[in-house]
């Protein structure tokens, strides 16, 4: 600046603002920028210097806001020149990145190929570069990722799997598959920059012949090794020889057939499988240009063995095989024996069996089917054809009778060309009934089999109408009947059945589960362990036993159920109606207990009256005796017969209340019994001093007859001796005057027997099973007159020491009371517990 302008605060400021500008404007990195920068900065400190003298702090403020607007102004443009840079080289980078594009999408399209790209983050869509009719159909275009539209099945799985795999592992490939169209097409791929890629071109040219030429090798190689791996694999020795007759090649099936170390010791030392006349025998064929092929036995493994050999010339030399036949030998020869073996087993059939070959002649039949159509051996031995045997047949009128014969025989002889067996039924004139069945043989011709189904028939015929008979017997009978099979469901149901239960037949046929016949039945009967067992029995597997139940409906009829096992697991079920029975049943029983209580009440009176009876009775026998003593005073002769009527009665009745007490107390369960030993004889001896009067009264003869060896047992000896008392009272009573009655006593099975016999009128026949009752009395013409309480009280006291009583009274012939008394009353009463 000149020194003629002076320098004042305002003049610096503006003189540095215009400088600045000045700055923004020049081109960075300029003289004139460097210039320009010394002067503002010149200026700067020229105003900052006249502030210090005059306007110090607003002079510095305003120079601190300048300065910061300069700086920016500087970056700013520093940055604007290094974006414009930046822009350039990326303008130029890109229009080469675009031209390096077209040059590779030039050379990508410079042959039929496309690409297909799959980005790792990518949802699964591929792009597509190229276009896809360049290598497949138009049709098939759009589908180029479905393989199968365009590529045989092998290949199209093969490079599916192939391109999953590429995707999944990132596993590269390369392979040539054939299309349907017949090109040839080379699938490559890889991952490249994070993508997979898949590459198909078509080759063609010299490219293709390449690639199917190298095709052709590799798989000659595989098939070589195939076929050389299979040869190995053989179980059977195959060999190869050259021109001169030395082995070229063998298996180890060879080397082992030879017992050689393996197979190039085989042909080091040129171990022959066969023997010299084999050997020529296949030179003779090969020299006439033929095959050789024959059964022979060979020595293999030091065993006779049968091999087919099979062996074919060759330019080079021959080639063999041996196939081990033994099996198969033995096999025909089984075969062989199993045919026969079947030939004898036919002929033990009762079906009847011909077999016709291809040319409908006859190659077998049986004995059954000679006897069915009555043919003699001798024309059958003939081989006869089809046509003649049943030409012959019908001469005989031992066909079924045909209005168009010639039609019917030729649909017979369609069994000839058929694959599949017939069946059908001939009527014969004589009655019988043939099934007939034709069955194609695999080798030609037919097999006729003939069963006699007439007997079958007749059974069949005579079922039917026995079921029929058991149905109608079913439908009418009263008791309701039904049949449930093995799974609980009902098959079969009568009428009455449904009449039973209110239930529609038409349900029943239906064949408902017995569950669900239980919910129908519900209405009427709902108890459910009766159901419950009722269903067991049914649908129970193990423990099926027959079961009887007694049913109380709602509606007040009573039924009677019964459950039969069946054979198969079926059971049968029957309902009896027996409401009526049972009220008259109900009745009877009720009768029956209201007689029971008046029976106990009568016993109780008696019981009663008997024991009041007894202490006023007991004062008149005492009265009686003691008017009877003479120191009372003397009676005349009617006072003292009085007296004796009074005592004798008072004794008899005191005798009967007696026994009712006896009776009471054993009916009640208290009568104990004083056992000791008794002696048979002298109870016998006692009671019948009881009844001496008597005997001499009426005249009766007391015949004993005590076995010697009777001894003695264990019993109540005042009971026994009021047993035998009673019985001879009671024999006395009923035998005429004059008579003569039978006591005995003997032993026999540990036990002693006594007998009463008298020879009154007897017992009949229906009062006998009552002469044990209470207060049964019959005289049957008898003088006898008693209160019936004697031979309650004999089998009571019998039946308390453990003993039986039997009554045997012939009509006519008098009676026989047998009373058996067992020896040892201890064993009676440990027997009773």
């Excluded at 031209?99 to 591929?126: F, H, I, K, N, T």
């Excluded at 159909?137 to 045989?152: E, I, V």
Aim: aromatic content about 6%; glycine content about 6%.
């Amino acid at each position: 600046m000149p020194d003629t302008i002076r320098t004042t605060p305002r003049n610096g400021l503006a003189r540095a603002a215009m400088l600045g500008a000045a700055l923004a404007a020049a081109p960075c990195g300029s003289a004139r920028a460097d210039t320009t920068l010394a002067a503002l900065a010149r200026d700067y400190a020229q105003a900052f210097a006249a502030l210090e003298r005059h306007e110090i702090v607003a002079l510095a403020l305003t120079l601190s806001i300048l300065l910061f607007a300069v700086l920016a102004a500087i970056l700013l443009v520093r940055t604007r020149v290094s974006a414009a840079d930046t822009e350039r080289e990326l303008r130029a980078e890109n229009h080469n990145l675009r031209l390096a594009a077209d040059r590779a999408r030039a050379l990508l399209m410079a042959e039929p190929q496309v690409l297909v790209a799959w980005d790792a983050d990518s949802d699964g869509r591929p792009e597509i570069i190229g276009d896809p009719a360049q290598l497949v159909s138009a049709d098939a275009a759009p589908r180029l990722l479905a393989f199968g539209t365009w590529l045989p099945p092998a290949p199209a799985l093969a490079l599916d799997h192939a391109v999953d795999a590429l995707r999944a592992t990132g596993e590269a490939f390369a392979m040539t598959v054939p299309t349907l169209a017949g090109r040839s097409v080379e699938a490559a791929g890889r991952v490249v920059g994070g993508q997979a890629i898949l590459r198909l071109r078509e080759l063609s040219g010299v490219r293709r012949e390449l690639a199917e030429s190298a095709l052709r090798q590799r798989a000659a190689l595989e098939e070589g090794e195939l076929l050389r791996g299979l040869v190995a694999a053989l179980p059977w020795p195959v060999w190869a020889r050259r021109a001169d007759g030395t082995l070229a090649y063998v298996n180890p099936a060879y080397a082992r057939a030879v017992d050689a170390g393996d197979a190039t010791d085989a042909m080091r030392r040129g171990i022959d499988l066969l023997d010299s006349t084999d050997r020529d025998a296949m030179i003779a064929a090969f020299t006439r240009n033929q095959g050789f092929a024959a059964r022979l036995p060979v020595v293999v493994g030091g065993a006779k063995r049968m091999l087919d050999v099979h062996a074919v010339r060759l330019a080079s030399g021959s080639a063999a095989i041996a196939v081990d036949a033994s099996e198969a030998a033995g096999s025909a020869a089984t075969l062989t024996r199993m045919a026969e073996a079947h030939r004898r087993t036919l002929n033990q059939l009762a079906t009847a069996v011909a077999v016709f070959d291809e040319t409908r002649k006859l190659v077998f039949y049986n004995d059954s089917y000679r006897q069915l159509w009555d043919l003699e051996a001798a024309f059958l031995d003939t081989r006869p054809n089809d046509g003649a045997v049943l030409d012959r047949l019908r001469a005989a009128r031992r066909l079924p009778e045909e209005q168009d014969f010639r039609q019917w025989k030729a649909r017979l002889h369609d069994a000839y060309q058929s694959i599949e067996a017939r069946a059908d039924t001939w009527h014969l004139p004589d009655g019988r009934t043939l099934r007939m069945v034709t069955t194609p043989n695999i080798e030609g011709g037919v097999t006729y089999l003939f069963d006699d189904v007439t007997e079958r028939l007749d059974l069949a015929r005579r079922f039917d109408a026995l079921i029929r008979v058991q149905r109608e017997t079913l439908d009418n009978l009263a008791e309701g009947v039904a049949v449930f099979g093995s799974n609980g469901r009902i098959q079969l149901f009568n009428p009455a059945f449904a009449r039973l239960w209110n239930l529609a037949p038409e349900a029943l046929a239906d064949e408902p589960h017995i569950e669900t016949i239980e919910a129908w039945c519900a209405p009427l009967y709902d108890d459910s362990p009766t159901w419950h067992a009722l269903h067991g029995t049914i649908a129970g597997i193990e423990h099926r036993a027959s079961l009887r139940l007694r049913i109380e409906r709602k509606d007040g009829s009573v039924l009677d159920c019964i459950t039969i096992p069946l054979p198969e697991g079926a059971t049968l079920v029957t309902f009896q109606d027996i409401t009526a029975p049972e009220n008259v049943e109900r009745a009877l029983r009720e009768r029956n207990e209201a007689l029971e209580v008046a029976d106990r009440v009568k016993v109780d009176f008696v019981h009663h009256v008997s024991y009041e009876l007894r202490s006023p009775l007991t004062t008149l026998i005492g009265f009686a005796h003691f008017l009877n003593d003479p120191a009372t005073g003397t009676l005349n002769a009617r006072q003292h017969e009085y007296l004796s009527y009074i005592t004798t009665s008072t004794n008899t009745l005191l005798a009967i209340i007696n026994n009712i007490l006896d009776l009471a107390t054993i009916d009640a369960g208290a009568m104990t019994l004083s056992l000791g030993e008794v002696d048979a004889a002298r109870a016998v001896a006692a009671a019948a001093e009881g009844i001496q009067d008597r005997l001499v009264t009426d005249n009766i003869r007391l015949d004993v007859r005590i076995d010697p060896d009777v001894g003695t047992f264990v019993a109540d000896e005042r009971r026994v001796i009021q047993v035998l008392y009673n019985l001879l009272a009671n024999a006395a009573g009923f035998s005429p005057q004059g008579a003569a009655i039978t006591v005995a006593a003997w032993r026999a099975d540990g036990a002693v027997v006594f007998s009463v016999t008298d020879l009154g009128p007897g017992i009949p026949a229906d009062v006998k099973a009552k002469v044990f009752d209470w207060f049964e009395s019959h005289s049957n013409g008898s003088r006898h007159r008693g209160a019936g309480l004697g031979l309650s009280l004999v089998r009571s006291f019998v039946e308390l020491h453990g003993g039986v009583v039997r009554v045997d009274s012939p009509v006519g012939k008098g009676t026989t009371v047998t009373c058996t008394f067992p020896v040892d009353q201890a064993a009676h009463r440990v027997a009773a517990q």
